[in-house]
């Protein structure tokens, strides 16, 4: 079955026709149709009469609104809203947002609203290593989380690397300041026995206790589970890291005549070692705990990393990823409960007396 995409364009910092370039690769490599949402005087000269690709013209953005909520609820026009609504109308199976982590996840819990049981939505983002992607969730959607929100977020980052990363059982870990379960603020241990009791003896994923920062991209978890606001500075500060690695390989490679002879032959492994970190071959960060499936990919990627969030995100829609988030909370017990009604209080004779 085909799966068509809602892509919101107007975050992207290349412009919307990089997006709509995008969109026509991952069109043509796969069975995905495509809406895109932006200025249509963009989009058309580069997608105009491709089959499996309609834009709608929505020039309006609300890509760097200060007040996300507010410009969500006040701009009904805008283009993301636009798009996030296609799927809650049943036009778009799931939805692509450039750059703008804030309005997709405002305008998902507006439209089309978190999951049942679910306490909140989480970023989760599969960070490129030289071994196999460990997915970092939360990445940004929580600045602060409660202990039930942080296992609700395991199993999310469980059920995305079993589906879209194709890991058979993946390894959860507990982000602390030391490996022992005692390690970490108060939120953090008791997260650590939830998780614990919560993952003992699944058959689908495995609970691999506490891990350090450095531990992040060492292969050791294949999902790392923190709050939003601190895997967002562990991830900013990776980027920042591996940025600054390889512009002084350059540097070097390029400080004398030697030197360069010798980047020269070291030319094919350093492109496959840059390769290999590339934020783009993940596709960006999904949106996790909606009733469908959202990737926010950087606003800074190029046509490459759009068409690969557009060919995940339809890939994690037709393995049904957010059915399988709901069904393993389910069986963990761990999904959110529905407020009890209020018992009124006993009134008159015999009020007081304890029941039989």
Same mark, same amino acid.
């Given at each position: ?38 200025? *249509? ?21 609300? *890509? ?59 970023? *989760? ?12 969730? &939360?990445? +940004? ?80 978890? &294949? ?10 500075? *562990? ?42 970190? &590339? ?25 490459? +990393? ?51």
């Amino acid at each position: 079955m085909t799966v068509t995409v809602a892509v919101d364009t107007t975050g992207a910092d290349l412009g919307p026709a990089e997006v709509a370039q995008g969109a026509l690769l991952a069109v043509r490599r796969g069975d995905v149709r495509v809406r895109l949402f932006g200025p *249509a005087s963009e989009l058309l000269p580069v997608v105009d009469g491709v089959a499996g690709i309609e834009v709608v013209d929505a020039p309006l953005s609300i *890509a760097k609104a200060p007040d996300p909520a507010l410009a969500v609820r006040g701009n009904p026009d805008a283009s993301i809203v636009q798009a996030v609504r296609s799927v809650s109308t049943g036009e778009a199976d799931t939805f692509v947002v450039a750059g703008a982590t804030g309005p997709a996840l405002a305008a998902g819990l507006v439209h089309v609203r978190r999951a049942r049981g679910i306490h909140r939505p989480a970023l *989760a983002l599969p960070i490129p290593t030289l071994g196999r992607p460990v997915t970092l969730v &939360d990445v +940004g959607a929580n600045v602060e989380a409660r202990p039930d929100h942080l296992v609700q977020f395991g199993f999310m980052g469980a059920a995305l690397a079993r589906t879209v990363l194709g890991i058979e059982r993946p390894r959860v870990a507990l982000l602390s300041n030391g490996e022992e379960p005692t390690k970490g603020t108060p939120d953090v241990v008791e997260v650590h026995a939830l998780l614990r009791a919560r993952l003992q003896d699944n058959e689908y994923v495995e609970f691999i206790g506490n891990v350090e920062g450095t531990d992040i991209t060492a292969g050791v978890a &294949d999902v790392v589970v923190t709050d939003g606001f601190t895997g967002n500075v *562990a991830l900013k500060l990776m980027e920042g890291v591996s940025q600054s690695v390889v512009s002084g390989v350059k540097q070097a490679a390029m400080s004398n005549p030697m030197a360069m002879l010798g980047g020269l032959l070291l030319r094919p492994a350093l492109n496959r070692f840059k390769a290999s970190i &590339d934020p783009e071959g993940s596709g960006g960060a999904y949106l996790l705990g909606l009733r469908s499936l959202g990737v926010v990919p950087h606003g800074r990627f190029s046509r490459t +990393g759009f068409a690969r969030a557009i060919e995940l995100a339809a890939q994690g829609h037709d393995r049904r990823v957010t059915d399988l988030i709901h069904g393993d909370l389910e069986a963990a017990g761990a999904l959110r409960r529905p407020p009890t009604a209020a018992v009124p209080a006993p009134v008159g004779p015999g009020a007081d007396r304890p029941s039989e």
